[in-house]
Each structure stands twice: as structure tokens, then as C-alpha cells.
């Protein structure tokens, strides 16, 4: 799948992650071919995972302190939801947050959660074929796994 594509099928998010725009999106991308789900996974993880950065990852929780009125640091779901969250927002977001740091921070916030669009390649695959999909992608997208993100970060 082309990056032009996968965020043409993005762009029916509207902007959000919620639960019923993923599974718009699930449901559009389940009438497609496999290989396009497959596609899709794919951009989808190496999204994700280009936004696995340090840059991003220690920015606070933009709506939240801890009780002494420091800033609360993301956690690892946190920022995967977070780094969703600006996907979901689509190509310009995601394109504008490596020029300008500030502009993910606003995706911390609890107000985003990008979780739902996870679950997108897996709802589309069950839905095209009837079975579930145990599968990997080239890229990792859990936090931290982008080692070129974060080099100071042990192993």
C-alpha cells in the first residue's frame, strides 16, 4: 500500500480515534484485498514506529500533574495511544510533529486516545476472512523499540 493510500483510508477518521470511526475504518478497509489490509498493518506500524522518539516520549502528559504539581510523565500505553492519536489526525499532523516537537504535545493529553486504531488492521482482516490474524509487521510499535529514537535508552 502506497503512503498516499493509507492516508486516504486515515483521512475517514475524521481526525480521531474514536471507537466508531475505527470501525468505519475496519469496515472500509475489510472490503479491500488482503494484501491492502496487509498494506495497511504495515504503514501503520512504520508510523508508529517513526514517532517511537525520545523528542516525544519525555514530553509530560499535557492535562496532568502529579501531587506536588509536577509535570506526569507518559507511560508506555500512554505514548502508544498518544503516537495513534496524532496518526489518527492524519498525514499533516503526523507530518508537522517532527518539524515542531510542541505540536505532539498536544496528543498527550487524556482528552486523545488513539488506542482504537490498533485494532483497525486485525477488525479488517477478521472481518474479510472470518479468522483472526496473529501477525507481525516489519516495524514494532510498542515504545522504545525504535532504537534509533531513543539512543541512550539500556537495553
Given at each position: 500500500m502506497t503512503w498516499a493510500a493509507f492516508w486516504a483510508l486515515i483521512a475517514t477518521l475524521r481526525g480521531e480515534a474514536t471507537e466508531a470511526s475505527c470501525l468505519r475504518l475496519a469496515e472500509e478497509l475489510s472490503r479491500r484485498s488482503v494484501s491492502d489490509i496487509v498494506g495497511f498493518a504495515e504503514r501503520h506500524a512504520e508510523a508508529l514506529y517513526r514517532l517511537?522518539?525520545?523528542?516525544?516520549?519525555?514530553?509530560?502528559?499535557?492535562?496532568?500533574?502529579?501531587?506536588?504539581?509536577?509535570?506526569?510523565?507518559?507511560s508506555a500505553d500512554g505514548f502508544l495511544y498518544a503516537r495513534?492519536?496524532?496518526?489518527?489526525?492524519?498525514?499533516?499532523?503526523?507530518?508537522?510533529?517532527?518539524?515542531?516537537?510542541?505540536?505532539?504535545?498536544?496528543?498527550?493529553?487524556?482528552?486523545?486516545?488513539?488506542?482504537?486504531?490498533?485494532?483497525?488492521?486485525?477488525?479488517?482482516?477478521?472481518?474479510?476472512?472470518?479468522?483472526?490474524?496473529?501477525?507481525?509487521?516489519?516495524?514494532?510499535?510498542?515504545?522504545y523499540s525504535n532504537r534509533d529514537g531513543w539512543p541512550d535508552l539500556e537495553s
Open positions: 517511537d522518539q525520545e523528542k516525544f516520549g519525555t514530553l509530560p502528559v499535557a492535562d496532568m500533574t502529579d501531587r506536588n504539581g509536577e509535570p506526569f510523565p507518559q495513534c492519536a496524532v496518526v489518527a489526525a492524519g498525514r499533516a499532523a503526523w507530518e508537522g510533529v517532527f518539524f515542531d516537537v510542541d505540536k505532539f504535545a498536544p496528543y498527550t493529553s487524556t482528552e486523545f486516545d488513539g488506542e482504537w486504531l490498533l485494532y483497525v488492521p486485525d477488525q479488517a482482516y477478521e472481518l474479510a476472512t472470518g479468522e483472526e490474524w496473529d501477525r507481525l509487521t516489519r516495524y514494532c510499535c510498542e515504545s
